[in-house]
């Protein structure tokens, strides 16, 4: 049988009698009761100033908090200076002499009014915010689960082909060893013939002899001839030479390196990625791109011809256009596909060997003396500073522009962020306070952001490519790999990053492209016949764009799956 105390579908009871119907309730204690113990409650503890109420209008009156100073007095008041609650005698006290005091009801709404809008903002906003954030975690897990196993099974098929080679090379190498044992078997197996076959000539002359010394007719024995002279020289002796096998020392790491290493694996925390509910996310908020490997050949889809005497730099507009610009003073978009000049743009200092660069926006920025942003063919100068002059420039994923800047004495390089004309952050020296960049004003210099955020500057007269965090901390320098294609030092010029956080550098004398990834360890060179490549971009789909410095052509390569 049901409990009538405990029954979720009972009437409430009294507290204290357990059996009659709650009528009452006691605000000061809590306690609910039937109206027979109302007299039994309020003389149970006499100390206390029992306020009963109807059980409806329970907790309608205030319960004060008692007087941590004076027994058995309650806190009708505020001291706002203190900020504590206090009683009459506390506010006649010298303690509070002089403080400003107010009704403790007034600063209890005032605290229920900043609690409900603070509940409103952890119900509306924080706590759906942290069950997307959640739920972006969980996505980038099975994200990573999914990409790790491309990963593995990228290596396993690898393997597949190295097994595929090795195994086709030892057929081929057994194969080599029949043909020579063969060769050398029937040269052998021809000698033994010849042999025989004086042996056999050798008894028929021995027949011929005891023939001639046993017959009495001496006609027959002196028409015999003695041919034993020739049978003394004995035949040569023939000793094969066997092949060698040669076994190549199997080392882990040098096999390591051969069949290919991984780079290592980062986490980075970003307090400022995520955003409020209310806040719209960024496109890069989203999922990390599929994992592509690098084509073991790389290859040349299209050649655009420029016109300049001498081309510099490329920027791409679209996956169907790219700017350019060279040894003049006009800035030329071009189709991709058509290879045909769409429009130009001429500066209006005059100057050439600009640099370019496009926006989130899809507006062309480029610099000269100062840096320009065209908007509907329209020149917009947008930074000019005293005493330096802009190099390198890019836009960022945050719409940011980062410009390499070259004092007026030639005695300073620094990378400077701006947003719109505002300076946000230099970048100029490590954390022993010596240079990042080698000055000069003859040496040229590109830049690009990474996805992961790092900044990437190539240093042609430190012969060094030099990456730096979001914040301007080092992180490492390139300085190359050998051997290089034509065994000659290190010329970075044009940089540019991928969907895969590669860095990609043109290599002016050497004429390839080296590939480095996000923490600088060297994975590949794309040639391609280039001739002094000097600008590069990619664009959505991880086309590379090379500028040819010589030739004037802009080629198109390939060079991931």
């Known amino acids: 049988m049901m409990d009538p105390r405990t029954s979720a579908q009972d009437v409430m009871r009294c507290d204290l009698c357990e059996t009659a ?4 309730h006691c605000d000061t204690c809590l306690v609910n009761l039937c109206t027979a113990c109302v007299g039994k409650h309020m003389i149970s503890d006499e100390s206390k100033d029992h ?7 329970r907790k309608s009156t205030p319960l004060y908090p008692g007087c941590k100073f004076h027994d058995k007095e309650r806190c009708k008041m505020y001291c706002n200076q203190c900020d504590i609650p206090v009683c009459h005698k506390c506010i006649g006290s010298d303690q509070h002499l002089g403080h400003k005091v107010s009704e403790i009801l007034k600063v209890v709404d005032e605290r229920k009014n ?3 809008k603070e509940q409103t903002d952890l119900n509306e906003t924080i706590y759906p915010t942290h069950q997307d954030i959640v739920s972006d975690v969980q996505n980038r897990m099975s994200q990573l689960e999914k990409e790790y196993e491309d990963l593995s099974t990228a290596i396993t098929k690898h393997g597949e082909n190295w097994h595929r080679e090795i195994d086709k090379l030892v057929k081929k190498l057994k194969a080599e060893v029949d043909v020579m044992k063969n060769t050398q078997l029937q040269t052998l197996q021809k000698h033994l013939d010849e042999i025989n076959k004086k042996i056999s000539d050798i008894k028929d002359e021995i027949d011929s002899l005891e023939n001639a010394t046993a017959t009495n007719d001496m006609s027959k024995l002196f028409s015999v001839t003695i041919k034993i002279q020739k049978y003394r020289n004995l035949p040569h002796k023939i000793i094969p030479s066997l092949p060698k096998f040669s076994p190549g020392n199997v080392q882990e790491e040098k096999l390591s390196k051969l069949f290919g290493t991984l780079s290592s694996s980062s986490l980075t925390s970003d307090k400022h990625d995520y955003s409020m509910k209310t806040t719209q996310k960024s496109p890069e908020a989203g999922s990390s791109p599929p994992v592509k490997q690098l084509l073991d050949e790389p290859e040349t889809v299209t050649t655009i011809d420029t016109g300049y005497g001498r081309l510099y730099n490329v920027a791409c507009m679209s996956d169907e256009e790219i700017w350019t610009s060279g040894d003049s003073n006009t800035m030329k978009l071009y189709s991709i596909n058509q290879g045909s000049e769409l429009k130009s743009i001429t500066t209006n200092s005059g100057y050439n060997q600009i640099n370019i660069a496009v ?6 920025v480029y610099t000269d003396d100062t840096v320009n942003i065209v908007k509907n063919e329209k020149i917009e100068e947008v930074i000019r500073l005293q005493n330096w002059r802009p190099k390198g420039v ?4 945050s719409g940011d522009l980062l410009v390499i800047m070259n004092s007026d004495d030639k005695k300073q390089i620094k990378v400077v962020r701006y947003s719109g004309s505002t300076e946000k952050q230099t970048i100029q020296f490590d954390d022993k306070g010596k240079p990042l960049y080698s000055p000069s004003s003859r040496y ?5 952001e990474n996805r992961n955020h790092d900044i990437c500057v190539s240093d042609e007269r430190a012969e060094a490519v030099v990456v730096v965090n979001q914040a301007g901390k080092l992180r ?10 034509q065994n000659q030092p290190f010329c970075p010029l044009g940089i540019t990053t991928d969907s895969q956080s590669h860095i990609l550098t043109a290599d002016c004398i050497n004429h390839c492209v080296h590939i480095i990834d ?12 280039l001739r002094y490549p000097w600008g590069l971009c990619t664009d959505t789909n991880d086309n590379l764009f090379v500028a040819e410095w010589r030739n004037n052509q802009v080629k198109k390569i390939k060079y991931l799956q």
């Open 51 to 57: 306020k009963v109420v109807k059980f409806q209008a």
């Open 394 to 397: 890019c836009s960022t994923s």
């Open 359 to 364: 926006t989130k926006s899809g507006d062309l």
């Open 518 to 529: 996000q923490d600088g360890q060297f994975l590949r060179y794309i040639e391609c016949g």
């Open 114 to 116: 900043k609690f409900m």
């Open 21 to 24: 119907v709650v009528q009452m």
């Open 476 to 485: 490492f320098r390139y300085t190359g790999h050998t051997p290089a294609p």
């Open 444 to 448: 040229l210099r590109h830049i690009t």
